[in-house]
Every structure is written in structure tokens, then in C-alpha cells.
């Protein structure tokens, strides 16, 4: 399939191939034709698959097209998280980059006073987590009334971190006749029922389902004592092929204690996590994303949707409890089809996660056993934890194509897609 045979405008084609993108991925391919053509939508798919064009350049298209002299917002998308809504903002101001469009993200945790004032210039795609949209909204900074298109990302997130309850007001303000997307990565009986509300009629699209998604990742797995874990993360982190680290902590004190360490061994790091300011994740996110920040350390619920290119490595430091949490962590290694590498540390005490990992993927992960810190494996086990003979490696490795990373994003700034004087 070739962008060209989707639809799309012009404009849109040439901010794509500016983009570099030579081919649309699956579910760009599945769904953008019908979302052009006013249908809803549900999509399962997660981060790493280009869902973020799939939706956004069907709706730069349609909301180009009435757009008149005086913006009011025609489209809106919900984000569960600041990072994911700057980085939906960004994309926006990708593909965007050839229309005379307005658009704007709105999130917590920072002063509003700015944002307000973007609100207040007339914008035409509003990006916002729903905490700060409701309050804006019930203050009178901002209307729903014109909604033409409304996206929910990462609908499960929503979810999980109990911002359903907002969600369903967000929607009961809305303008009855609009056009709905919805993506989640997984499915729940909560999702599905909003689902079935919100929806009319939609065509469904689905991706690979994550544990196949993991197929051009390198998955390496190291025993090693929890006390040994610092050590061995430093003498990963000596190879200079590590050019850009995520490290995966499951706590928060877990991270700060990393990032103690490799400071200590004199490997810049910076820590990413719920108890950091705004302000410090932005700065490290994009320090990170410049090339500045080889190492970044971050808990599971702060790298949602945080989206780097050029992520060389994923490494587990910590084994997640949820087996698909795994696949969501190295899944930032190998975006968009290119390979990537996910090494995963494990200790005694987390011996019951991997198995659960294991039988998730229906594969065990190629171990790696003459490290310098090689604790005594563990009696090898079938999928189901059960004891049975050594099995055979069976990672594959990848070459990964570490490309520049892009910009740090401007989150919550109010930036024009195109070049309609105002
Ligand atoms: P997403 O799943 O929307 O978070 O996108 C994951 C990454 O894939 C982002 O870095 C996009 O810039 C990139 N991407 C999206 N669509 C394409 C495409 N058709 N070709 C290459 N890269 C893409």
C-alpha cells in the first residue's frame, strides 16, 4: 500500500514524505481511508504502530475542509498522559505543517494561565488530558459545542488510571452528530462497553496483537542477583552501541536508586516518574530525545506513550508483575518496524513474573549465561513453569538503525499547522 492510494490531500502527502515516511503501516493503512470518508472507528493498537497518523492525518484533512476564518474547535483528542498529548501535539504540528490549521495542547501539573490564553485565540484541534479540559471547560474557557471529530487514545490507560468518570462527562458535552475514534491496545469489558456507546457503527481495525509485535526485537535474558543488578546495568551501559537507553524500573525509589548508581559510576542518567516535576521530565525527556541523555530511567506509568525515536535499547532492570507490560516496555525499542534490542534482568524473587512473560509470549527468552554476573538459573521450566529440559535459544538478533531523534516538543504551546495569517 502507498500513501498516495489513501486519500489524502496534498498537503498531508508532503508533510508525510518530509517525514520520511515512505509507506503507511498497517493500521494507517486500514484506517485511514474510513476515517477519511467520515466513518467511526475502533483500533486496537498500541503505541510504536503509527496509530497517532492514523487518526491525525484523516482529521487534519477533514477539519481543513471546513475551515473558515474564524477557528472554533472542530476536533478534539483525549490523551491519558502530559507526554502522550505533547506528542500528539507534535505530531499535529508534523503533519499539519502544510494547512492553515490551529491547534493546541492542554494538560495538568502546569500553570493554565498560558493555556487559556491559547484557548482564547481561536484554535481548530484541541489535544488535552481530560482532568484540565473538564475544569477549563466547566470555568467557561473553552467550548465543545462545535466538535466535529473526537479521538480517545489509549482508551485502556484512560481506564487503568481511573479517568473514566471524566471521560464519560467529556463525551455527554459534546455535540451529538460528530465522527469518534477509538484506540486502546487492549480491550476490556469497560472499554468495550463505552465502546458500543460512543460508536456508530464503526469499522474495526486491529494490529498485530502485542505479543507478536516483539518479532524483530532481540530479547535477552540475564539471571542475576538483585544486589548485582547496578553492576551488571553498568557494564551493559559500557558499550557505546547503547546510544540511546530506556531502563525500566517497576518503582519510583527504584528508579531514583538507579539513577543513583550510574551516577555514582559516572553514567549520566535521569529519572522519570510521577514524583518529578513537570518541568524535570520535559528536561529530561528532552534531553534524552536531543542525544544528550544516553540513559533514561523511567516506571512503567511515566513512559506511556512517551514515543523516541531511535531508542537502541529497552532495559529491563526490573521484571514487570503484568506480562503485557513487558511487551508495552519494548515496544519502545523497534518503533515502526525497525529492530531493536530489549535485554531483561531477573532475580530470584522475580523468577513467578518471568514464566507468566514466558507463557504471554509462548516462547522463552534466549538467556544469557556467561555474564559477568551470572547467578545460578534457576531449574528450567516449560511455559507454564513447570520443570522440563533446557530449551533452545531462540532470540533473533536485529541491527538497529539509530536515527536522529526529534526535537523537544513545546507542550501546551498553541501552534499553527500551517500559514493562515490570523
Ligand atoms: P505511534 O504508534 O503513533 O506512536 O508512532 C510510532 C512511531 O512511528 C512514531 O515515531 C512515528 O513518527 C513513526 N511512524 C508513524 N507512521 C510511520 C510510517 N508510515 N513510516 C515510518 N514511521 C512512521
Known sequence: ??????????????AVAEAGYSEPTPIQSAAIGPALAGRDIVGCAQTGTGKTAAF???????????????????????????????????????????????????????????????????????VATPGRLLDLWQRKHLSLAAVEIFVLDEADHMLDMG????????????????????????????????????????????????????????QRLYFVAKADKPKLLIEMLRSAALART???????????????????????????????????????????????????????LAARGIDVDGVTHVINYDLPN????????????????????AWSMCDAEEQAYLVDIERMLGRHLER??????????????DLHGRSRP???????????????????GRPGGHRRSGGRRR
Open 56 to 126: 491525525a492525518l484523516p482529521l487534519l484533512q477533514r477539519v481543513d475542509a471546513t475551515a473558515g476564518d474564524d477557528p472554533r474547535i472542530r476536533a478534539l483528542v483525549l490523551s491519558p498522559t502530559r507526554e502522550l498529548a505533547a506528542q500528539i501535539g507534535q505530531s499535529f504540528a508534523t503533519y499539519g505543517r502544510h494547512l492553515e490549521l490551529w491547534h493546541t495542547v492542554i494538560f495538568g501539573g502546569v500553570a493554565e494561565a498560558a493555556q487559556i490564553r491559547e484557548l482564547g485565540r481561536g484554535i481548530d484541534i484541541l
Open 246 to 300: 530506556l531502563v525500566f524500573s517497576r518503582t519510583k525509589h527504584g528508579a531514583n536508586r538507579v539513577v543513583q548508581s550510574l551516577d555514582r559510576a559516572g553514567v549520566p542518567a535521569a529519572a522519570i516518574h510521577g514524583n518529578k516535576s513537570q518541568s524535570a521530565r520535559t528536561r529530561a525527556l528532552a534531553a534524552f530525545k536531543g542525544g544528550t541523555l544516553r540513559v533514561l530511567v523511567a516506571t512503567d
Open 368 to 381: 544469557v549465561e556467561d555474564h559477568a554476573y551470572a547467578a545460578a538459573a534457576p531449574a528450567p521450566t
Open 163 to 218: 479517568f473514566l468518570p471524566d471521560v464519560k462527562r467529556i463525551i455527554a458535552a459534546l455535540p451529538a452528530k460528530r465522527q469518534n475514534l477509538l484506540f486502546s491496545a487492549t480491550m476490556p469489558p469497560e472499554i468495550r462497553a463505552l465502546a458500543d456507546g460512543l460508536l456508530h457503527d464503526p469499522v474495526s481495525v486491529a494490529v498485530a496483537p502485542p505479543a507478536t509485535t516483539a518479532d524483530n526485537i532481540e
Open 322 to 341: 503484568v506480562a503485557e507490560t513487558y511487551v508495552h516496555r519494548i515496544g519502545r525499542t523497534a518503533r515502526a518496524g525497525a529492530a531493536g534490542v
Open 1 to 14: 500500500m502507498d500513501f498516495n492510494q489513501l486519500g489524502l490531500a496534498a498537503p498531508l502527502l508532503r
Open 390 to 408: 533446557p530449551a533452545p535459544p531462540s532470540g533473533r538478533s536485529g541491527q538497529r538503525g539509530g536515527g536522529p531523534g526529534r526535537g523537544p
